[in-house]
């Protein structure tokens, strides 16, 4: 079944303690992207990456970091959380986001709920 | 710069009764726009997109968008409500020639009365 798995789904950690939230698809996508999801709010990107190595950022990515060894692994990583990042997050992937595939969806994962304390 | 403005945080609707999700963006080119639902507990799904070919797109579940290009809106529409409809809907819009980027609305909640 094609689909994008988030690991894990709930989490509650202290403020400072570096954690790393996975994702994994298996539809072979170039591309992949962190949303982060408040009420109110929307979903806003954290960090996006157009094929493997290649990774930039998007409108809120301070506390954040990513890497892309990998073409189906796309790990977004807090490295000293604060509880300004408690919050709902998604990870996505699409096929391309070149202009010759421009409007292929992204497929979202179930989410993890992060808490911190 | 371009951004989605969705009018309403919650909607309810009664069963059978017509569903209007309202959406307006911005967009300095021609936009490409989007309609996701997320039900409780899951991620988002795509219900249905604009691509500049028909102005009136169909989407899965009996929704559909008309794209209103001088009112820079893409309302979201179903006849008859069903209590599966009730989810949580986000208008998205993205840029033609070369961006990468999708923005989100702040999305509207589908509440389905009996």
């Known amino acids: 079944e094609a689909q994008v798995t988030q690991n894990p789904r709930y989490l509650i950690t202290v403020t400072g303690k570096k954690l790393t939230v996975t994702c994994s698809q298996n539809m072979n996508h170039e591309y992949m992207s962190w949303y982060r999801q408040d009420p109110g709010l929307g979903l806003r990107q954290i960090y996006y990456?157009?094929?493997?190595?290649?990774?930039d950022k998007g409108d809120v990515p301070e506390g954040y970091k990513v890497s892309r060894k990998e073409k189906r692994n796309f790990p977004l990583i807090l490295e000293s959380p604060s509880p300004n990042q408690t919050s709902l997050y998604f990870c996505?992937?699409?096929?391309?986001?070149?202009?010759?595939?421009?409007?292929?969806?992204?497929?979202f994962g179930n989410g993890t709920r992060l808490t911190v304390t | 710069a371009q951004s989605v403005t969705q009018l309403g945080s919650h909607v309810s609707v009664s069963e059978g009764a017509l569903v209007l999700l309202r959406c307006n963006y911005s967009?300095?080119?021609?936009?490409?726009l989007f309609w996701y639902v997320q039900y409780p507990n899951q991620g988002l799904q795509l219900l249905l997109k604009y691509t500049s070919a028909a102005t009136l797109v169909k989407g899965i579940n009996g929704f559909e968008a008309e794209f209103k290009k001088s009112e820079t809106s893409f309302h979201l529409t179903k006849p008859s409500a069903h209590m599966s409809d009730a989810a949580e809907y986000f208008c998205?819009?993205?840029?033609?020639?070369?961006?990468?980027?999708?923005?989100f609305g702040s999305g509207t909640r589908l509440l389905v009365r009996p």
């Open positions: 996505a992937s699409s096929l391309s986001r070149t202009d010759s595939s421009y409007n292929s969806p992204l497929h």
């Open positions: 998205a819009v993205s840029e033609g020639d070369s961006s990468y980027k999708l923005i």
């Open positions: 967009s300095s080119v021609p936009p490409y």
């Open positions: 990456s157009m094929n493997v190595e290649v990774t």
